[in-house]
């Protein structure tokens, strides 16, 4: 099983990262799909998730888009609007059948 993420980078505030996670190894769509955060010094957090349905945390309503490719087996995280609070490693998340399977992290810097 793997997970892939790509996408990251430097960004100035008010600008845009578009992550990207390709998996192998598992049904993709039979699993839910989710992105997680975790800053410096922070807790790891959920950013977004889809499954059945999609679901944001407060901090990025508005900002961020999570989607999904069943034919590609991508999950993708569009970020817009970048804050420097937004800066930490982003991870990707896969859950179900009694599986849960993580990424390595894409670092993700939004500062001027």
């Known amino acids: 099983v793997q997970l892939v993420e790509s996408g990251g980078g430097l960004v100035q505030p008010g600008g845009s990262l578009r992550l990207s996670c390709a998996a192998s190894?598992?049904?993709?769509?039979?699993?839910?799909m989710s992105w997680y955060r975790q800053a410096p010094g922070k807790e790891r957090e959920l950013v977004a998730s889809?499954?059945?349905?999609?679901n944001y945390a407060d901090s990025v309503k508005g900002r961020f888009t999570i989607s999904r490719d069943n034919a590609k087996n991508t999950v993708y995280l569009q970020m817009n609007s970048l804050k420097p609070e937004d800066t930490a490693v982003y991870y990707c998340?896969?859950?179900?059948?009694?599986?849960?399977?993580w990424g390595q992290g894409t670092q993700v810097t939004v500062s001027s």
């Open positions: 998340h896969a859950v179900g059948w009694g599986y849960r399977y």
């Open positions: 190894g598992f049904t993709f769509s039979r699993f839910d």
């Open positions: 889809a499954g059945g349905s999609t």
